[in-house]
């Protein structure tokens, strides 16, 4: 019989832009829901955010920082005025924000079996913050047997 469960999590930066690790917590929902095969969909349930495997190594994650500021420049530090966008003739600033995710992705699916997250040797999961200083949710959904 197929077995689901949901969990939220909240996450509020004091930055505009930043990670947050959610292996261990992805773990714990995992052994929490009692999935032994399936999935478990980790999703940003925000639209200047989003979710990413990747390694947990500071200078990857600066040069990550750095490629999308590059792709989808936004403010260079905190305070500092964000480039002209045409989103931001709304009265918005986080245009860059919205590029980002869009080029992070807002959700990763991650197999479980054996009632374990099968990651490879190297592969962490990460919530990124575009458009911090407030809080946001993220959606964990287990889904198998």
Not at 105 to 127: A, C, M, N, R, S
Request: with cysteine; net charge negative; glycine share 8%.
């Amino acid at each position: 019989m197929t077995k689901t469960a949901t969990k939220y999590l909240t996450v509020e930066l004091p930055r505009r832009r930043g990670l947050v690790r959610l292996t261990d917590e992805v773990a714990a929902f995992c052994r929490e829901s009692g999935l032994q095969e399936g999935m478990i969909l980790v999703s940003a349930m925000h639209i200047t955010a989003g979710v990413f495997v990747n390694d947990d190594e500071p200078g990857l994650h600066e040069d990550i920082e750095t490629w999308l500021q590059e792709l989808a420049p936004g403010p260079a530090r905190e305070g500092d005025p964000a480039p002209d966008y045409r989103h931001h003739q709304t009265g918005e600033d986080n245009a860059d924000a919205h590029l980002k995710s869009l080029l992070v992705g807002h959700e990763v699916i991650v197999p479980v079996t054996k009632g374990k997250l099968d990651l490879g040797t190297w592969q962490q999961i990460f919530y990124a913050e575009f458009d911090g200083r407030r809080k946001k949710r993220i959606i964990l959904k287990a889904l198998g047997v």
